[in-house]
């Protein structure tokens, strides 16, 4: 029998998802609408636009899935931060209204740390080392005095965007990491791409602009190939220089682009030759959804940590958050 339950809303870019999660982190569901675009990547007003089309039949799906009404949910909980300001406002708007008609009540949760949170609840791990790779954010992470502490994290672009943007200048539309990553096991010569660490931090704009020069003198898959494994790389230095700060001994990798068979791959190779353990989350929990919001939520909620102001931060960073609900 479900006890506590919270429903969560995530709108932070091109995903509007909706999860209804109870507080032993049985997900009772997880719907989602995903903006795509075969020309260009995340337009903001027309991801909004999806948004308001597509809430209300996500969350009859999820209420559907979850065989419940509104009136048996406890609490809402909502993406506050960071992400696209039109997408944020609304699932502000839509989890308000909600809260409002029904007397739940609401809290917001930051959307990078509720994607920590839901892959430690599902696979397990305890103190990880965090490889969040996402379309927007890029930020390798780990647990130290009551915050969540970036070590390392891109200077330009994310390397979900990063991959987005090589994909459309090979004429594949949005998102194109999915394609690219098939394409990285058909590939057979590595072709010198930029490679550019900074100490722990990464860019990868030089890398996208190198590789589409080269797209009209080699292969798709040559260059799918040769772009992944340098991406994953920087990636994996800056993960594993983390791990041995840290002396940490298990990473895990979540965000949209934990979906990759290429970066797993490289990634336990890498932990086998650290003596480390590899945790990625299922797709459906790595790629941005509703019940890791919903999740966070309780977390959040249980330990009576409540809110002044219930608001959008599309600016919020990981580490501006005391972890309190640990």
Not at 85 to 105: Q, T
Request: contains cysteine.
């Amino acid at each position: 029998m479900n006890k506590f339950i919270c429903l969560g809303v995530e709108s932070t870019a091109h995903t509007f998802g909706i999860g209804i999660v109870n507080e032993k982190c049985e997900i009772l569901a997880n719907q989602k609408s995903v903006f795509t675009s075969e020309k260009e990547g995340i337009n903001p007003s027309l991801a909004k636009q999806h948004h308001i089309e597509k809430k209300e039949m996500v969350l009859e799906n999820a209420l559907k899935e979850a065989n419940l009404k509104l009136n048996e949910i406890d609490l809402i909980s909502f993406s506050q931060g960071p992400g696209l300001p039109p997408c944020l406002v609304v699932g502000l708007e839509f989890a308000k209204k909600l809260s409002k008609e029904n007397k739940i009540p609401l809290i917001g949760v930051n959307h990078c740390i509720a994607h920590i949170e839901i892959g430690k609840k599902v696979t397990g791990c305890k103190n990880p080392i965090t490889c969040y790779a996402s379309g927007a954010n890029t930020q390798i992470v780990g647990f130290e005095n009551e915050f969540y502490r970036i070590y390392g994290e891109t200077l330009d672009i994310g390397i979900g965007n990063a991959l987005d943007m090589f994909a459309r200048k090979m004429g594949i539309g949005f998102p194109g990491g999915p394609v690219i990553d098939k394409m990285y096991f058909e590939g057979k010569k590595l072709i010198e791409l930029p490679y550019t660490v900074k100490g722990m931090d990464l860019t990868f704009s030089g890398l996208v602009t190198s590789a589409s020069k080269k797209i009209d003198f080699e292969t798709k898959e040559d260059l799918s190939y040769s772009f992944m494994h340098t991406a994953f790389a920087m990636l994996l230095e800056v993960s594993e220089r983390a791990l041995a700060h840290t002396q940490k001994k298990e990473l895990l990798i979540t965000g949209g682009v934990a979906a990759s068979k290429a970066l797993n791959t490289m990634a336990q190779i890498m932990c086998d030759e650290r003596g480390a353990k590899l945790f990625v989350p299922k797709p459906g929990l790595a790629t941005d959804n509703g019940a890791m919001i919903a999740w966070h939520g309780l977390q959040v909620y249980q330990k009576d940590i409540r809110q002044e102001k219930v608001d959008i931060f599309p600016m919020q960073r990981t580490d501006q958050i005391k972890v309190e609900w640990l």
